[in-house]
C-alpha cells in the first residue's frame, strides 16, 4: 500500500491550507478508513479526521469545527481543507487507511497504512 500525501507548508495563525492524499494498492471493500491523523515534536500521534466506507465522517475534538475532509468521487483520494489554524496545529500529517476499528483517532490507535507525511507549520 502506498499512499502520497501533499500540501504542507508554512502558514500564519488563522490562514488555511489544503492537504491531498491518493492511495494505491489498497483493497477499498469492506469496512474501511481513510484520513490523516498528526505527530507534533515530542507527542503522541493524534488522530484528524477520516472518512468510512458508508461515508460517515468523523473528526476529533481540536480540529471539528475547522478542518473539512472529503473524497470525492475517486476512493482512494481525500482531501483535508484546514481553515482557521493555530500553533497547535503544527505538526507532520499524515495520509492513512486501513480496515475501520473502533476507537479511531483515540490514544494508541494503530493506524496501519501511513505515507510519508507532510509538515504543516502555523506561525508567524
Known amino acids: 500500500v502506498q499512499l502520497q500525501a501533499s500540501g504542507g507548508g508554512l502558514v500564519q495563525p488563522g490562514g488555511s491550507l489544503t492537504l491531498s492524499c491518493e492511495v494505491s494498492g489498497f483493497a477499498f471493500d469492506g469496512e474501511y478508513a481513510i484520513g490523516w491523523f498528526r505527530q507534533a515534536p515530542g507527542k503522541d500521534p493524534e488522530g484528524v479526521a477520516c472518512?468510512?466506507?458508508?461515508?460517515?465522517?468523523y473528526y476529533t475534538v481540536p480540529v471539528k469545527g475547522r478542518f473539512t475532509i472529503s473524497s470525492g468521487v475517486a476512493r482512494n483520494r481525500v482531501t483535508l481543507q484546514m481553515n482557521s489554524l493555530k500553533p497547535e496545529d503544527t505538526a507532520v500529517y499524515y495520509c492513512?487507511?486501513?480496515?475501520?476499528?473502533?476507537?479511531?483517532?483515540?490514544?494508541?490507535?494503530?493506524?496501519?497504512?501511513w505515507g510519508q507525511g507532510t509538515l504543516v507549520t502555523v506561525s508567524s
Open positions: 492513512t487507511v486501513d480496515t475501520l476499528s473502533q476507537g479511531w483517532g483515540q490514544p494508541g490507535y494503530d493506524y496501519g497504512h
Open positions: 472518512i468510512a466506507d458508508d461515508g460517515r465522517i
